[in-house]
């Protein structure tokens, strides 16, 4: 018997259809990827299966007793806590004793390498995502929902994670855009595309083999069924032969056919984003000379020189609270080192991507959050009308007027580069883009 199933299931949330009476069955222990793109519905399918949203219509089924836990894609900003206290919170059975639920609770944490009695509100994206993955392994449920488990994480702890679900005894379906984490876990592959989802029982690589023999499939077939409509309206204007008795028949078919095609959901086209072209900085870009920077309790910066120069492309690396956003933010000079300076080249104009996306206003629509009222937006000195642009980074003229905070992770990602990509730029800083 399925641990969870799906029946006709249909979905829509204040914008268009997300899924249409869909149909999935979810076996004890499988590690399914959902896949898709943003704003397709992923995150909204975990919140059905977990039961945070009601199907607009069809059914929803799971097995008497078995536990389902998520792991949301955005840290809340109202966690509040010590970190113990947060990974206790993820206990939901009643039969535990007091004793087992702390056990349980060390076990996560040691696993996971965190300090149980830091507080929550101090620690960095990447620790905050580790703290909420153990909120929801502590009573290892039956299935285990991941919205971008990978998300902040350091390397270190994607490897972790990766081995401890390959071994995890539940049913694991996660969300992710990191194709090794997903090439090296998942067994099955559930697309969710133009409201319908597609399931592939095979590997990722496995998937984008046969996904583009469907697609070419699917352009042929297209193909043949316009060509066939396209005859049968020149046949139906020849005239008054079209409204004979004998070719009612005939007549409804192409009505039929209209109906068809007006209903045929396209696929969606590839990003066509561009950046504002800036002139060129001078050679030096920016400077720091022996740099330090502490937080109570721990030095995360020490006596740190470099030169960053046009042209160069950094890749900053190391655990999670090791202090590269802080590193960022000192290079930015929205923070002031303890010591050392930071020095500025000449014409720099920069563009920067936060790794919380503070720049963006949840509360406008994605239209006001790029143009606040206007028609028109200037890009590299050519006039666009926004939602021409806005299309450019593949929101529709719908999806644009919809309010910023019920985009999905990804479409906020993208509004955030249609806002920063509008403006002209010669050093990009990229915080998790």
Not at 101 to 112: F, S
Not at 329 to 341: A, D, M, Q, Y
Not at 368 to 385: P, S, Y
Request: neutral net charge; aromatic residues 6%.
């Amino acid at each position: 018997m399925p641990l969870i199933g799906l029946r006709n299931v249909s979905f829509t949330h204040g914008g268009p259809l997300l899924l249409d009476h869909v149909n999935l069955e979810i076996e004890p222990g499988e590690r399914i990827g959902l896949v898709g793109r943003n704003g397709t519905g992923k995150s909204t399918l975990l919140k059905l299966l977990d039961g945070t949203h009601r199907p607009d219509d069809g059914e929803i089924f799971v097995t008497a007793g078995a536990t389902i836990k998520r792991l949301v894609q955005d840290v809340p900003q109202t966690t509040v806590g010590t970190v113990r206290e947060i990974v206790k919170s993820g206990h939901t059975s009643q039969e535990e004793n007091d004793w087992d639920i702390e056990n349980a609770a060390d076990k996560v944490i040691t696993r996971l390498g965190l300090d149980s009695d830091a507080e929550f509100s101090k620690l960095s994206s990447g620790m905050k995502r580790r703290v909420l993955l153990g909120q929801a392994l502590i009573d290892e449920p039956d299935a285990l929902l991941l919205d971008e488990p990978t998300n902040h994480l350091d390397i270190e702890s994607i490897a972790w994670l990766e081995k401890f679900l390959k071994g995890y005894a539940g049913t694991v379906i996660f969300i992710t855009h990191d194709r090794e984490f997903l090439q090296a876990l998942a067994n099955r592959i559930v697309e969710v595309e133009r409201a319908r989802l597609f399931d592939w029982t095979c590997d990722y690589k496995t998937f984008l083999e046969r996904k583009q023999w469907a697609l070419e499939a699917e352009e042929r077939e297209q193909a043949l069924f316009d060509k066939k409509l396209a005859q049968e309206e020149v046949w139906i204007r020849q005239g008054v032969k079209a409204r004979r008795t004998r070719n009612e028949g005939r007549v409804r078919a192409l009505k039929a056919m209209r109906e068809q095609r007006r209903q045929r959901r396209e696929k969606l086209g590839n990003v066509a984003m561009s950046v504002g072209d800036a002139d060129k900085s001078g050679q030096l870009v920016m400077e720091l000379k022996n740099v330090t920077y502490s937080i109570p309790g721990r030095t995360l910066i020490n006596d740190f020189t470099s030169l960053i120069s046009r042209g160069d492309k950094i890749g900053i690396i190391g655990p999670n609270g090791a202090g590269k956003s802080t590193l960022l933010k000192i290079l930015l000079k929205e923070l002031e080192p303890e010591s050392g300076h930071v020095r500025h080249g000449s014409k720099l104009q920069i563009t920067y991507f936060d790794q919380v996306r503070e720049q963006i206003d949840e509360e406008k629509t994605v239209v006001e959050n790029i143009a606040d009222g206007a028609d028109i937006v200037t890009v590299n000195g050519v006039n666009k009308h926004v939602y021409g642009y806005l299309q450019e980074f593949l929101f529709t003229p719908d999806r644009a007027r919809q309010l910023a905070k019920l985009l999905s992770g990804g479409e906020r990602n993208r509004l955030l580069l249609a806002r920063l990509f509008k403006r002209p730029t010669n050093v990009m800083v990229l915080d998790e883009p």
